[in-house]
Nanobody
Framework: QVQLVESGGGLVQPGGSLRLSCAAS????????MGWYRQAPGKQRELVAV???????KYADSVKGRFTISRDNAKNTVYLQMNSLKPEDTAVYYC?????????????WGQGTQVTVSS
């Protein structure tokens, strides 16, 4: 079983920064896609940033130029550096990963971490 654990959320003032981390654990052979989604109250879950299967990155238009996704393959960990945060970035941020594990293909979500941008 593959588990994803997020950390790094919290309360920050507008214009501030936060760094989220997501570590995957379990009997993992490879991770093909890994990234971040978010869900604000009353809204659908949306893509924030992701590493695609060919290794490229994809960002939501609303975060381009402010957020940066990075990863440490040796640690099966992906990060999200969030700068110039706005109140509309307030949401629960979820990590998602898909790949191959001992028991076959996996697709997992983390438990989510709250990000609140408010003065």
């Amino acid at each position: 079983q593959v588990q994803l654990v997020e950390s790094g959320g919290g309360l920050v003032q507008p214009g501030g920064s936060l760094r989220l981390s997501c570590a995957a654990s379990g009997s993992i052979f490879s991770i093909n896609v890994m990234g971040w989604y978010r869900q604000a109250p009353g809204k659908q879950r949306e893509l924030v940033a992701v590493f695609t299967s060919n290794g490229s990155t994809k960002y939501a238009d609303s975060v381009k130029g402010r957020f940066t996704i990075s990863r440490d393959n040796a640690k099966n960990t992906v990060y999200l550096q969030m700068n110039s945060l706005k109140p509309e970035d307030t949401a629960v941020y979820y990590c998602n990963g898909r790949g191959l594990a001992v028991r076959g293909d996996f697709g997992s979500w983390g438990q989510g971490t709250q990000v609140t941008v408010s003065s």
